[in-house]
T-cell receptor, first 114, second 112 residues
Framework: KAGVTQTPRYLIKTRGQQVTLSCSPI?????VSWYQQTPGQGLQFLFE???????NKGNFPGRFSGRQFSNSRSEMNVSTLELGDSALYLC?????????????FGSGTQLSVL | GENVEQHPSTLSVQEGDSAVIKCTYS??????FPWYKQELGKRPQLIID?????GEKKDQRIAVTLNKTAKHFSLHITETQPEDSAVYFC???????????FGKGTRLSVIA
């Protein structure tokens, strides 16, 4: 099976712009979670989608949003970019059938905001 | 919500020595505790996990222990090798539809 795929791998944007990141989960996985990784802050939870519905949301401002499509692919959007949004954005998929499942991570999208 | 504290933030050991990373969690309802390893420039990968119905789990050179009363769990790596050098993340979750909450990570360096 192909792993979790994230595109693009790298992005450079300027303050005020908006960005869309994409995540294709492992085939058959219905849950997609997004995390922001910054040096010293670890992995901070953004949101989780299951069957096109947002199941959980972390403590991020409303500029961060996401969605999931019927094929389980997910996108996250960040509007009005700020310098502090520079980070590695990781998505992770799991089957979604039970509550304590292994997460499979993608390689991430490295976002730089100038 | 859940809060996970991880210590130390950096750890250097000589090749062949043991390494221990400790985590504490706040939600007494948490019952699933995985550990992820992230090598430089790569994705995090699960290396071992433990559920609250057991106190210890081993897989070759790595082991995890759990103390539910004290709400802490630890990762033990024995006979460390250079390829063990990476950032290790602990995490915790309860049985509901809540997210996996991660610690801030420990950068382990194994010196040959």
């Amino acid at each position: 099976k192909a792993g979790v795929t994230q595109t693009p791998r790298y992005l450079i944007k300027t303050r005020g712009q908006q960005v869309t990141l994409s995540c294709s989960p492992i085939s058959g996985h219905r849950s997609v979670s997004w995390y922001q990784q910054t040096p010293g802050q670890g992995l901070q939870f953004l949101f989780e989608y299951f069957s096109e519905t947002q199941r959980n949301k972390g403590n991020f401002p409303g500029r961060f949003s996401g969605r999931q499509f019927s094929n389980s692919r997910s996108e996250m959007n960040v509007s009005t970019l700020e310098l502090g949004d520079s980070a590695l954005y990781l998505c992770a998929s799991s089957p979604g059938q039970s509550t304590n499942e292994k997460l499979f991570f993608g390689s991430g999208t490295q976002l730089s905001v100038l | 919500g859940e809060n996970v504290e991880q210590h130390p933030s950096t750890l250097s050991v000589q090749e062949g020595d043991s390494a221990v990373i400790k985590c504490t969690y706040s939600d007494s309802a948490s019952n699933y505790f995985p550990w992820y390893k992230q090598e430089l420039g790569k994705r995090p990968q699960l290396i071992i996990d433990i559920r609250s119905n057991v106190g210890e789990k081993k897989d070759q050179r790595i082991a995890v222990t759990l103390n539910k009363t004290a709400k802490h769990f630890s990762l033990h790596i024995t006979e460390t090798q250079p390829e063990d050098s990476a950032v290790y993340f602990c995490a915790a979750k309860n049985s509901g539809n809540t997210p996996l909450v991660f610690g801030k990570g420990t950068r382990l360096s194994v010196i040959a």
